[in-house]
């Protein structure tokens, strides 16, 4: 499986004992684990994102670069970005760990991810860390436009009924076994949407509106 990871990243351990660490959950071992590798992990994979970003968008504001980062680097993203790269097929877990649900394991599976860039780096230094995240975001990089504003849908759906002289948004919730549903009455349409946390299931419905918006707007 480390020689499928390493295919996956495109890049070769030269000490193969980094990559191996930076699979070791803290739950398979309290002493020798990834967070440390997570932590440097976290600081270098936001390092090379923004200089890409600086560079690549000489024009774009520190607000806007920040909002692209923060979508590239988010939770999901990284955890997402784990499994592509089989990192979830490798990890050390603990027994009673390596049974939870697979949506309890989002925050390991990024953990993984951070660890194994700051791997990367101690690896094979910053050139290596850079060309390897790239790679690995490459067709998210690919994909930025700068015509969107990358705004949490939330926030960008309050801005609009503030320019519209409106009230905030008003989300109405309502907990059952599935989790929070959530609604949000706009222009005589009720808009619904059901998630597993309240956060997930008003940020669904944020975007429900925002995109009927836009097709009255085109």
Same mark, same amino acid.
Request: some cysteine; glycine content about 4%.
């Given at each position: 499986?480390?020689?499928?990871?390493?295919?996956?990243?495109?890049?070769?351990?030269?000490?193969?004992?980094?990559?191996?660490?930076?699979?070791?959950?803290?739950?398979?071992?309290?002493?020798?684990?990834n967070?440390?590798?997570?932590?440097?992990?976290?600081?270098?994979?936001?390092?090379?994102?923004?200089?890409?970003?600086?560079?690549?968008?000489?024009?774009?504001?520190?607000?806007?670069?920040?909002?692209?980062?923060?979508?590239?680097?988010?939770?999901?993203?990284?955890?997402?970005?784990?499994?592509?790269?089989?990192?979830?097929?490798?990890?050390?877990?603990?027994?009673?760990?390596?049974?939870?649900?697979?949506?309890?394991?989002?925050?390991?599976?990024?953990?993984?991810?951070?660890?194994?860039?700051?791997?990367?780096?101690?690896?094979?230094?910053?050139?290596?860390?850079?060309?390897?995240?790239?790679?690995?975001?490459? /067709? *998210?990089? !690919?994909?930025? @436009?700068?015509?969107? +504003?990358?705004?949490?849908?939330? =926030?960008?759906?309050? $801005?609009?009924?503030?320019?519209?002289?409106?009230k905030?948004?008003?989300?109405?919730?309502?907990?059952h076994?599935?989790?929070f549903?959530?609604s949000?009455?706009f /222009? *005589?349409? !009720?808009?619904? @949407?059901?998630?597993? +946390?309240?956060?997930?299931?008003? =940020?669904?419905?944020? $975007?429900?509106?925002?995109?009927?918006?836009?097709?009255?707007?085109?």
């Amino acid at each position: 499986m480390l020689e499928i990871i390493q295919k996956n990243i495109g890049y070769s351990f030269t000490n193969k004992q980094l990559l191996e660490l930076s699979l070791v959950h803290k739950s398979f071992s309290n002493e020798t684990n990834n967070e440390r590798l997570e932590f440097l992990g976290d600081t270098i994979l936001n390092s090379v994102i923004s200089q890409y970003l600086f560079l690549k968008y000489p024009d774009a504001t520190e607000g806007h670069l920040s909002r692209i980062r923060s979508m590239l680097v988010k939770s999901q993203s990284l955890a997402d970005k784990a499994k592509s790269l089989k990192l979830n097929k490798a990890v050390k877990l603990s027994k009673g760990t390596a049974n939870l649900k697979e949506d309890n394991k989002k925050s390991i599976y990024e953990g993984c991810f951070e660890s194994l860039i700051g791997a990367i780096y101690l690896d094979g230094g910053w050139d290596h860390a850079t060309i390897a995240t790239i790679n690995i975001f490459s /067709k *998210e990089l !690919n994909e930025i @436009s700068l015509k969107n +504003s990358f705004k949490d849908p939330k =926030t960008e759906l309050q $801005e609009v009924f503030q320019s519209k002289g409106m009230k905030p948004p008003k989300y109405n919730h309502h907990e059952h076994a599935l989790g929070f549903e959530c609604s949000l009455v706009f /222009k *005589e349409k !009720n808009y619904l @949407s059901t998630s597993k +946390s309240k956060q997930s299931a008003e =940020t669904k419905v944020a $975007e429900q509106v925002l995109e009927d918006i836009r097709i009255i707007n085109e």
